[in-house]
């Protein structure tokens, strides 16, 4: 166990609140990677904090349920678990305690996966400074409670798990002071399924109902757990992806792409699913409300997306 005390020069935007962080433990069983991220977060967070380090799952886990935890930063590749089974055997042990996956670039898309299955973040060694170690403990903090202040209230679209418009206009709101303060962007997408109404008509209510769980499904394959995914009106969804760079819709539209079609391999629907989907990039330099956001994307160019034939 090591104590670090820290000055209290304010180096690095934004800060943490005062005494948010007092525990950071670190499952990392490569010692020169522990070292490197130890110096890291002497950086990163400029109050006293104790740093707990184990090289295992087991004892992290036994630290974990132990409680005080504020954050975990977990390498996947540990001597007693298999490098695609660590997250989700840490993270079915304990899901109210903020995590970031520390992963090789070899593994980002298993570190990819953990995201969507509830990591609020990844690192890959050797590709991430201070700063930047900095920005995503805050983010992983606010987003986490934010989320669990959230979980109380009944903003979630019961069927198809997704939170609620008003839901994604609260969360919106918080994305944007967040993208503006530590400088970072944000993507708003708008997916429609352009062929619901001929869905119900030829199919009926059971298959119309089908079609909004099967598409809530493909968009939380699609994107991270920590980008905001809900319904925004009947047969239409909204997406707020932060941290994302200006043509990285391109990586994603072709990621729902490749969603629908092993969706569509995996589960024989009478009918085809077909998206448009329209993208908005949040321009830094000429911010704006949520509402001219959703406006923008309304009028933006649409992608049509549907399974290969």
Do not use: W
């Not at 934010?146 to 009944?154: A, D, F, K, Y």
Request: charged share 25%.
């Amino acid at each position: 166990m090591n104590i670090i005390d820290l000055d209290s020069e304010n180096r690095f935007e934004p800060q943490l609140k005062e005494g948010s962080i007092k525990k950071v433990l670190m499952i990392e069983d490569n010692i020169d990677d522990a070292d490197i991220m130890q110096e890291m977060l002497t950086d990163a967070i400029e109050t006293s904090f104790e740093l707990i380090h184990v090289d295992c799952l087991e004892s992290g886990l036994e630290k974990l349920l132990a409680g005080g935890i504020d954050i975990v930063l977990l390498d996947l590749s540990l001597p007693d678990s298999q490098v695609q089974d660590t997250f989700s055997r840490l993270y079915e042990r304990t899901s109210d305690v903020p995590i970031i996956v520390l992963a090789s670039p070899e593994e980002e898309p298993l570190a990819v996966r953990a995201a969507q299955l509830g990591a609020e973040d990844y690192i890959i060694k050797g590709k991430t400074n201070s700063l930047q170690l900095r920005h995503l403990i805050k983010y992983a903090v606010e987003q986490h409670e934010i989320q669990h202040e959230l979980s109380n209230l009944t903003l979630i679209d019961k069927l198809t798990g997704l939170y609620t418009r008003q839901s994604l206009f609260i969360l919106s709101q918080h994305y944007l002071k967040l993208a503006n303060r530590v400088g970072k962007g944000l993507m708003y997408f708008l997916v429609e399924i352009s062929n619901f109404n001929e869905i119900s008509n030829t199919f009926g209510f059971e298959e119309q109902k089908n079609a909004l769980i099967d598409t809530a499904n493909i968009l939380k394959q699609t994107f991270r757990r920590s980008d905001v995914i809900a319904r925004y009106a009947e047969s239409i969804f909204a997406v707020v992806a932060i941290e994302a760079s200006k043509d990285g819709d391109k990586v994603l539209i072709d990621r729902l792409h490749q969603n629908i079609d092993i969706h569509k391999s995996r589960r024989r629907r009478v009918y085809e699913l077909v998206l448009d989907i329209g993208t908005t990039y949040y321009n830094l330099q000429s911010p704006c409300s949520i509402a001219e956001l959703v406006a923008r994307t309304r009028k933006s160019q649409r992608n049509k997306i549907k399974p290969e034939t």
